[in-house]
């Protein structure tokens, strides 16, 4: 039988930033805690593609827009 692949949580994004405002790159850490384990959560640094943060900055707005008790600002 598979080995089921961990699930891991994220708590928070820290310091993501770029080097001016045209840049197609951006650089922060995620902060992360495995799921079930008893191991102090974990931070690692990432790279983040311009058109990845487009994308999830347009499905996490509909996820928010759909969800009971948001209100936009």
């Given at each position: 039988m598979?080995?089921?692949a961990?699930?891991w ?12 405002e ?5 650089t ?9 384990s008893?191991e ?6 990432i790279r983040?593609?311009r ?6 900055h347009?499905?996490?707005g ?6 009971s008790g948001?209100?936009?600002k």
């Amino acid at each position: 039988m598979a080995a089921m692949a961990d699930t891991w949580e994220l708590l928070q994004m820290r310091g993501l930033a770029a080097v001016d405002e045209t840049a197609q790159e951006f650089t922060g850490t995620l902060v992360i805690h495995r799921i079930g384990s008893p191991e102090p959560v974990e931070s690692i640094t990432i790279r983040v593609k311009r058109t990845l943060l487009t994308e999830l900055h347009e499905t996490v707005g509909r996820l928010l827009t759909r969800s009971s008790g948001f209100k936009k600002k």
